[in-house]
């Protein structure tokens, strides 16, 4: 009878280990996946700023262009 209830509890004790560890893993990953989140925030507003500086530069772009285009036809 000893023998089993020693066994049954090194099985209770195994199984709560297993389960801390799955509970630390948890834990550790829900850390990361917000850390991950907020980094994609981030990586995704600056995308945003990127694109509009682009923008900003084409059109300046275009209107040097023009007025070039518009200069060169000035002068003929």
Not at 29 to 36: G, K, V, W
Not at 45 to 69: F, G, P, T, V, Y
Request: aromatic share 2%; glycine share 0%.
């Amino acid at each position: 009878m000893d023998n089993s209830r020693n066994q049954y509890l090194e099985e209770i004790t195994s199984l709560e280990e297993t389960i801390n560890s799955a509970c630390e893993l948890i834990d550790r990953y829900e850390i990361e996946n917000t850390a991950l989140k907020q980094k994609m925030e981030s990586l995704t507003l600056e995308k945003s700023l990127l694109l509009q500086k682009n923008d900003q530069a084409k059109i300046r772009l275009e209107s040097m262009i023009n007025r070039l285009k518009s200069l060169e036809q000035q002068s003929v």
